[in-house]
DNA sequence: CTCGATCCCTGGACGC
DNA sequence: TGCGTCCAGGGATCGA
């Protein structure tokens, strides 16, 4: 049976998977026509009326990632009906979040629905591309031109892209803490909660350090050290993924490699300490205390500051 | 700018 | 077995 992300293990979509499952679409439906859309529950979807409309007739041209989004490139609808006014003689795509739960995986069109199964993208190959997501936390958008540049420019550089100048930059002239800073979107694209506490850990960062607060040289690793994590996980087909794209599909493995993330009171791997989780940014962050050394304590109340300024 | 809180949602874990 | 409670988390949003 398939298993969704998110589910036992603490695995969720994150750039390795994300990437993973685009690549598996890409190699199984890209060239394929989509004939028809049927929908259920639409309530993660930007304008469902506009997908029931406007991707009937057009071709997956191409299966990218973004961030942690999945691009559909589709092609201009080939009808003589298209209807210029609505964008139909235009290319377009169709942005895919998987949220904690989402998967988008073709099947034969014969084939009993999951449960939690939203969308069905009926095939001109006798199969259906099918969107399934108990928590609907993933969003859906049908989008062409200005509107898809406008809504790709609010987020920032690709991790396994950016320069090091760049991440330097990015993240010594925040104030933030290191770890909100890695799961902001609109810094780095990609980066989830996984994949932050593990390059934490290999760069020997405390989640609760301050962008600005990081050395050059620690920034310069933490590139490296995620790039690294973020390499090795694709390489491994992400974390705890089941076979949902193709019959040949391996399970994703790269939770075996976990160093910090979910092992709360187990030994670290480095210096045997246990491992601690503190919430940052609103999320459970595991690390060790040792080799992670807290930063100082900087937030002081104003009675402190009033009683140390006497 | 940065922070925390709240909400969305379902199902798994756990206690009784 | 079955119920209730808590928790997980990406992201949007809002107020401080």
Redesign the pocket.
């Known amino acids: 049976m398939l298993r969704p992300y998110g589910?036992?293990d603490?695995s969720?979509p994150?750039l390795p998977e994300v990437e993973t499952v685009a690549r598996g679409l890409q190699k199984s439906v890209a060239g394929r026509r989509i004939v028809s859309v049927r929908l259920g529950k639409t309530?993660f979807i930007d304008d469902p009326a506009a997908m029931e409309q406007h991707l009937p007739g057009r071709q997956i041209e191409k299966v990218e990632r973004y961030g942690?989004f999945m691009l559909l490139r589709l092609s201009a609808r080939g009808n003589a009906d298209a209807h210029p006014e609505n964008g139909d003689v235009e290319a377009a795509s169709l942005l895919v979040?998987l949220?904690?739960t989402g998967q988008l995986a073709p099947c034969a069109a014969a084939q009993p629905s999951a449960?939690?199964t939203h969308v069905w993208f009926e095939l001109d190959d006798g199969r259906e591309l099918r969107y399934t997501d108990?928590?609907?936390?993933g969003r859906m958008a049908y989008l062409t031109g200005p509107g898809l540049t406008e809504e790709l420019t609010v987020f920032g550089a690709d991790p396994l892209l950016v320069s090091t100048e760049e991440f330097v930059s990015r993240i010594r002239s925040?104030?933030?803490?290191i770890k909100?800073l890695l799961?902001n979107?609109s810094i780095l694209r990609g980066v989830?909660?996984i994949y932050a506490d593990e390059s934490l850990w290999r760069a020997k960062i405390h989640p609760m350090r301050r962008g600005s607060e990081l050395t050059k040289k620690q920034a310069q690793l933490l590139r490296r050290v995620l790039q690294d994590v973020l390499r090795k996980a694709i390489l491994a087909r992400g974390s705890s993924i089941s076979d949902f794209l193709d019959a040949e599909g391996q399970p994703g493995e790269y939770q075996r490699h976990h160093r910090a993330y979910g092992r709360e009171g187990k030994r670290c791997y480095r210096c045997g300490a246990a491992i601690q989780r503190v919430i940052v940014?609103?999320?459970?962050s595991y690390f060790c205390p040792k080799c992670q050394p807290a930063p100082r304590a900087r937030k002081q109340s104003k009675r402190q500051r009033r009683v140390r300024n006497r």
């Open positions: 589910f036992g603490g969720m994150e309530d942690k979040h949220g904690m449960k939690h108990p928590r609907r936390f925040r104030n933030g803490q909100a799961l979107q989830g909660n940014a609103g999320r459970s």
